[in-house]
């Protein structure tokens, strides 16, 4: 396979003469101002740009609702309201079906893998080409990592006990829920904890148990499910507006685009590194009770998903090709990983 590098083109008028000129930019994301990890992450990227380009670009970051709702990022960044936003593709789905693709697919790749197939083997080309029509260059910029499967008041026996339950659930996940009888809901973040301790909803995702145990979800929730079949490595997006992206000069682009790139290896990074520590302490602190999903579960959530997807590639051509696209490479690299992966966890790292 040969590595496919970006297809946007960099639009330079000129040598690259350096000036004393200051780009003040500003950047809107999904999640609310300095959230862990996540907001974080994006305060880091406006300081690397700063300093990489001798304070040439400059980076104001909002969190949801400082500047505009965090569902509206797409749509001020793509009409040039903003400059840059961050979050994840599957809360574009009702506009773009196709752009579930490059956030997390049920049952599908993990971390590592979705970074080879956007980064090395064509996906960032497609995940380009989707955008392109809203003006708009994507770039891959962190990843959660296998999620945990969500917080219940309600016992997870059987698939029976899927129907009629009211769990906060974005994306693909959200579709193959309904398929199984449940109801799913798009919670803003901040409302998550309220709605759960108050029965507006039954069950709830969110992250691991970093970010999970920040949000207090071990007060008010009886069990914890796992693992995450829902969201198995959600890249994390990046999004540009291109008209804005193409007049800066080269070098600003470059450096937009490798910061990006170890702001996706630093979100992983830190996404790996805390949520250990942070799950002992859900066990110590709390009552919780922490336990896998039965396999019957598991097992029909994956006939479900398999139908989903190939409804959503029936019905709109774009997803289609994409998913087609994602699925070679995920046949590919589950053959590779029954031999290395597979094996590391089951028999050398124990």
Not at 209 to 222: L, R, S
Not at 309 to 329: G, Q, T
Request: some cysteine; charged content about 20%.
């Amino acid at each position: 396979m040969v590595a496919c590098q970006p297809e946007t083109k960099q639009v330079s008028e000129g040598p690259n003469i350096i000036t004393n000129k200051t780009i003040e930019w500003r950047m809107v994301t999904t999640w609310p101002p300095n959230f862990p990890v996540l907001g974080e992450s994006c305060n880091l990227l406006a300081k690397w740009i700063e300093e990489m380009s001798g304070g040439r670009l400059k980076i104001q970051v909002f969190g949801s609702g400082e500047l505009i709702p965090g569902l509206e990022v797409f749509d001020a960044v793509s009409n040039g309201a903003v400059d840059m936003g961050y979050g994840v593709s599957y809360y574009w789905s009702g506009k773009i079906p196709a752009a579930q693709f490059f956030a997390s697919v049920p049952f599908g790749m993990n971390a590592q893998q979705m970074n080879a197939w956007i980064i090395a083997v064509g996906g960032l080309s497609l995940w380009e080409e989707l955008f392109a029509p809203y003006t708009l260059i994507p770039m891959l910029a962190g990843n959660t990592g296998v999620q945990m499967g969500g917080w219940f008041n309600r016992e997870i026996k059987d698939i029976d006990d899927v129907k009629g339950l009211k769990m906060r659930m974005p994306g693909l996940g959200a579709k193959v829920l309904s398929k199984a009888g449940g109801s799913p809901k798009l919670v803003a973040g901040g409302e998550i904890y309220t709605n759960l301790e108050r029965g507006v909803i039954d069950a709830t995702e969110w992250i691991g148990p970093y970010h999970d145990y920040i949000m207090g979800f071990h007060e008010i929730a009886k069990y914890y499910y796992y693992p995450g079949w829902h969201e198995t490595g959600t890249c994390i997006e990046g999004i540009v507006n291109k008209e804005k992206f193409e007049a800066l000069p080269s070098d600003l682009q470059s450096i937009i685009r490798f910061a990006m790139a170890y702001q996706n290896s630093w979100t992983f990074s830190e996404f790996e590194a805390r949520n250990q520590s942070y799950l002992d302490k859900i066990r110590n602190e709390s009552e919780v009770s922490i336990r896998p999903y039965p396999e019957e579960v598991i097992s029909v959530l994956r006939e479900y998903t398999e139908e989903t997807l190939a409804e959503i590639a029936a019905k709109d051509a774009k997803s289609k090709k994409i998913f087609e696209a994602y699925s070679a490479f995920r046949n590919t690299m589950t053959s590779w990983s029954s031999i290395t992966e597979k094996i590391y966890y089951d028999q050398i790292q124990s």
